[in-house]
């Protein structure tokens, strides 16, 4: 079904939204104004089928943090680090049955091209409001720079797998025509594509954006203080980060963490909203990741392993986010039903944070330390955990026990929210599982080839892409 859909959320900035696919925006793209909602099309995009709540749990699944409930077979070949190699082009996210994350991809350049689509169309209507289209152009170039990132961190090895990261990544397409040949870059290739995207959305967005549902100046400036750190570039990261904990303060001891994951979350730099509308077959939901943590819904529990790391202190706050259920451990951190009327209870509505401040305070922390300043990098760190549990004491440690620290800090507070295995890919750390379920492998050495996806078969066959080695 084409037609126009609602996006409902608390923003009435985001109605009367489009659904993209090649022939609709050819017809629905007349000015301005059509070209700003055809961009709201692509941040529902963004909530409804890339950040869907497999994607989100995809990073803990595969690690540590979290598992299938006993019993199912819900993404089994992903947890069991055996992906297939397939033909599935489904483009509606990843679903129970995916044996890999090919619908990711698909879905990931579908927004890219979409994205591409808005930069090829937006100077032919600049003399209708030129700031205004340089606007949308910042935030296409945003987009399409995040989306790239995510599938690196997805299909390749990290930045530091091979000397200069001349190995392989992923394309970087420029164009919305589906037609133009293109091939894996290397990863160094493919980061600077993704900063010099970021660094082109800052030049062109000179309006205010104070919107935190949309790619604004911050949110952009965020993303680029975790692509500096993923790439070790820790000077870079530590400018970026210091921007953002200037701007955007933490959730104080009182709102923490109930306000997480709110319209009151101060410290959310990009958040997604709850979205519904459509009916029949065009009828959509955002099922974030929540859902399926949800005792009434409950596809995944927490590993018994994250649930020692979180509870080591009695009093830290986050005890909260997992709680005992006969034989499970219950992840309990997002919440449930914050926007009022949300026509599916089930579907656990609230606002899925992508960015938080608290990432670039820990951001801050890990670069100062990689730059031997231990003071701030103590300062940083305690920051969160001084937070997190009033009766912690100051970080005193230096060298790798306060890595050590700052790294065990990034799993505690960013668990169930799609970090983990990436930042073990990064560190080149193991995976090591205590509790698994029956037959579930319990280490994994990185890097590995099956710590990655394969290509989709598709692609590998018609556009000539090379294969991942292991698939």
């Known amino acids: 079904m084409i037609g126009v859909f609602s996006f409902q959320s608390c923003k009435k900035d985001f109605l009367e939204v489009p659904i993209t696919n090649d022939t609709f925006r050819q017809d629905y793209v007349k000015d301005l104004n059509t070209l700003d909602e055809f961009l709201n099309g692509i941040y529902l995009q963004l909530s409804t089928r890339f950040f869907k709540g497999y994607f989100l749990i995809y990073p803990d699944l595969v690690s540590d943090n979290v598992k299938p409930v006993d019993g199912s077979d819900i993404l089994s070949y992903l947890y069991r680090w055996a992906q297939q190699s397939n033909s599935d082009r489904s483009a509606s996210g990843i679903n129970d049955e995916s044996v890999n994350m090919n619908s990711a991809w698909f879905v990931g350049y579908r927004i890219i091209r979409d994205c591409n689509f ?42 530091n797998y091979q000397q200069g990261a001349t190995h392989l990544g992923i394309p970087y397409v420029k164009t919305s ?33 104070p919107s935190k549902y949309r790619f604004n100046r911050r949110a952009i400036i965020a993303a680029l203080s975790r692509v500096f750190l993923y790439k070790g570039d820790f000077l870079q990261a530590k400018n970026m980060a210091l921007v953002i904990c200037r701007e955007v303060p933490l959730l104080s001891s009182y709102n923490y963490p109930e306000k ?26 955002t099922y974030f990741a929540g859902f399926y943590y949800n005792p009434g819904s409950i596809q995944f529990s927490a590993t018994e392993d994250i649930a020692k790391v979180i509870s080591e202190s009695k009093t830290d706050k986050r005890n909260d986010w997992i709680k005992p259920m006969g034989d499970k451990w219950i992840v309990s951190k997002y919440p449930s039903n914050i926007v009022f009327g949300f026509p599916d209870p089930g579907a656990s509505s609230y606002y899925q944070t992508i960015i938080r401040s608290s990432e670039m305070y820990l951001t801050a922390a890990e670069a100062y330390s990689r730059l031997n300043k231990a003071d701030s990098a103590q300062w940083f760190l305690d920051k969160i955990r001084m937070r997190a549990d009033s009766l912690a004491v100051p970080t005193t440690v230096q060298g790798e026990q306060l890595n050590e620290l700052i790294y065990t800090e990034r799993r505690k507070e960013f668990a169930f929210e799609g970090a983990r295995i990436f930042d073990l890919l990064r560190l080149s750390m193991p995976i090591v599982r205590k509790d698994v379920l029956p037959g579930g492998p319990k280490m994994m050495l990185l890097p590995n080839e099956k710590a990655i996806a394969p290509i989709p078969v598709p692609d590998v066959e018609l556009s000539n892409l090379q294969q991942n080695p292991g698939y």
């Open 118 to 159: 808005v930069l090829e169309q937006a100077d032919s209507y600049k003399s209708q409001n030129a700031a205004k289209a340089d606007q949308i152009k910042g935030q296409a170039y945003a987009i399409r720079g995040f989306i790239h990132f995510m599938l690196c961190n997805v299909f390749s090895q990290p930045y």
């Open 177 to 209: 025509d589906w037609s133009k040949v293109v091939h894996r870059e290397s990863v160094a290739s493919v980061y600077e594509d993704v900063i010099n995207d970021f660094n082109t959305a800052l030049s062109l967005m000179t309006l205010e954006e």
């Open 260 to 285: 997480l994951f709110t319209t009151e979350e101060t410290e959310a730099v990009f958040q997604l909203p709850p979205a519904w509308g459509g009916s029949g077959a065009g009828n959509y939901y």
